[in-house]
C-alpha cells in the first residue's frame, strides 16, 4: 500500500485546514489513520476510522474539534480539522492497518501542520 497525503500549510489560531490522504495498492484496508509528531515529542495518534461500520476514534487533545472521514470509493481518508491550537502545530502521518486487530503497517511520508498564534 502506498500512502500520500496532501492538504498541511500555515493556518491561525482557530483556523481550519482539511488533510486528505489517499492510498494504493491491492491490500484490503482495515483501518485509515492520522498519527502526528510535533518536534522533539514523540508520535501521537489523532484520530482513526475502521473501514467496516465506519467507526470511528480520536485522541483526547482533538476531540470535538477535528472529523476524520472515508470516501471508499477513492480509498482516500480525509482529516477536517477545526479551531486550529498552536499546540497542534506538527507533522501529520496518515497510516494505514491491513489486518484486523494488527498494528498500522503502512504509513504515508507526512504533511507539515503550522498553527500561527
Known amino acids: 500500500v502506498q500512502l500520500q497525503a496532501s492538504g498541511g500549510g500555515l493556518v491561525q489560531a482557530g483556523g481550519s485546514l482539511r488533510l486528505s490522504c489517499s492510498a494504493s495498492?491491492?491490500?484490503?484496508?482495515?483501518?485509515m489513520g492520522w498519527f502526528r509528531q510535533a518536534p522533539g515529542l514523540e508520535r501521537e495518534f489523532v484520530a482513526a476510522i475502521m473501514s467496516s461500520g465506519g467507526h470511528t476514534y480520536y485522541g483526547l487533545d482533538v476531540k470535538g474539534r477535528f472529523i476524520i472521514s472515508r470516501d471508499e470509493a477513492r480509498n482516500t481518508v480525509h482529516l477536517q480539522m477545526n479551531n486550529l491550537k498552536v499546540e497542534d502545530t506538527a507533522v501529520y502521518y496518515c497510516?494505514?492497518?491491513?489486518?484486523?486487530?494488527?498494528?498500522?503497517?503502512?504509513w504515508g511520508q507526512g504533511t507539515l501542520v503550522t498553527v500561527s498564534s
Open positions: 497510516a494505514v492497518a491491513t489486518e484486523a486487530g494488527g498494528g498500522y503497517d503502512y
Open positions: 495498492g491491492r491490500s484490503r484496508i482495515v483501518t
